[in-house]
């Protein structure tokens, strides 16, 4: 919904919240159901309503667990059958400076500022332990906003005794604890309440008359930074940019004005504007966003473009480009089904209002952000946080790499008449065997972002993750793909759980970017032979539709399973005896760790 | 700003905060008579006329008020 986006007002939202919120219910989509416990050290009854808004929004139905005021340390560090009974998803705790209980005296030495900054993360670090032992669950934790006002002047951010230095100290504490513990999320409001203005983030009068320690007026921007961060644990961030190139990659049109006419570069204030631009999309995609072109021109003429020596952008750095005459709505779907990824994925980004009414109109789920004015470009994209980064693996850094490998591989494939004779010319290689520690982060990640080769679609954190691959109950499994263009990286993940003498297939997924590779055999062969290790006779598999994993299901046909039970919602459930399953042959090379 | 006007904006504030089509504001109208004006709506309702009539109460006028008389009276006098 736009009023839920970047830049939304936050005086409408909170007059029509009820509204807002029955729309968003109506309009039939699926939701996600997560229970979020708020642990609060103010009034966090706002925060609450608006966070539900912005997570329907992504499409997240939130339940709430909501802690008497102030009660956060009280609530997460005893027993608490309230908030076990309600067992949550994820726990955010809303605190800010004004829970601060000890402050250093401006006269203190450096030691005793310290001191006291150690006393106060330590009551926290508790909590936090607290938190991960009893529930298990990802935790947000707010850090400081600088004071709302500076009793040393300029020095307060420098003596030790200052209270700016002071919150400086306490959030470089968390950020250590972050930094070093899975499943914990740092919300930085200190960022957020600069952006927005200290003095209209924290008002006196809404302590002094409501105990909230920020205004009205902010606290939708807070939630909205919490809601990106929960979106992005639950496996619902965008993945990839559909980006326009007359105007919104560089000043003017190129078909009129020709590659040397363009605005791109040093030289004037328009070329310096989209030269930043494309400098933030090449930092985008060093974190893994996959670029794609989406423009109304000559193909050749386009490429044109990138080809100047002060592109920033070069022809290499897009996993697609679309440049001709098709409708973009068209160009978009077309681009989806190429990467493999779903057009919701995407975020449209074009100048021109009409093609973006047009996206919005006729590609269900994409991002449309209104691009008004090359100056502000970065700003929107970056304040709408389609991308939220809460874990960065190496495949990150390598995703437009792996891209770009795939499209070598198909011009490959068209090189070949027999398809067995291409998947042998990969010389692949695949490493497959029980999770390991150095892959956790990235089987964490497969497990809630894929959506599509995904069979029981089970979203798990990456501590349930550990706790799997410990378990003798469990069979855990990744497979590493590689071939003479590169390495895919972890690209399918299998769980199993042992019941008698039947192991039941919870979760088995794989990455779309490796479809037609073998893969999946070369991975059932193995899951197989391993349930038959541990002694079970028969192995039992799962499909669960949902809106977007249709492509598998009949994936267990494919393998001599034998459906044996459907119900009303499509749910079925496939057998197959260890003795009787027979191995498939593939052209890939298989070792262990 | 004229006593009705204000009376009439606030009837669609309130209808909009309240979620509700059914709102007669007379002066001597009190927390008590609105179905879910609690302390917590309060907060977001005074918050949204403040919004809609681009002014700010002072916190001592806030704690002050006793019904929606008094509250227009402030509107009117600083709106």
Redesign the interface.
Known sequence: MRELEYPFDAGYLIKKKAQIKKSLLVEGTTFLEKKVAILGGSTTAEVKNMLELFLLNFGIRPSFYESEYNKFFEDGMFDNPALKEFAPDVIYIHTTSRNIISWPKATDSSEAAKAIANETYERFEELWNSLKEKYNCPVIQNNFEYPTYRLLGNADAVFPGGGVNFVNKLNALFTEYACSHENFYIHDINYEAACFGLDKWADALYWCMYKYAMTLEAIPQCAFGVARIIKAVFGKNKKALSLDLDNTLWGGVIGDDGADNIEIGQETPMAQGYHEFQKYLKRQEEIGVVLSVNSKNNEDTAKTGLERPDSVLKLDDFASFKANWNNKDYNLIETAKELNLLPESFVFVDDNPAERELVRENVKGVSVPEMDGIENYIRTLDRSGFFEVIALSKDDAKRAEMYRENAERMKAAANFADYGEYLKSLNMKAEIDAFAPEYMARIAQLTNKSNQFNLTTLRLSQSEIGEFALSSEYITLYGKLEDKFGDNGVVSVAIGKKVGDEVQIILWLMSCRVLKRDMEYAMMNEFVRRCAEKGALTVKGFYYPTEKNAMVKDFYSLFGFKKVSEDGAGNTAWEVGTEEYKPKEVCIEISGR | MAREEIVAKLEE?FK??F?TDDIKLEDSTTAADVDGWD??MH??LI??IE??FGIKFP?KD??GMKNVGQLIDKIAELA
């Open positions: 504030i909009d905060v979620d302390s917590l907060i977001t918050g949204v919004d809609e916190m806030i704690v």
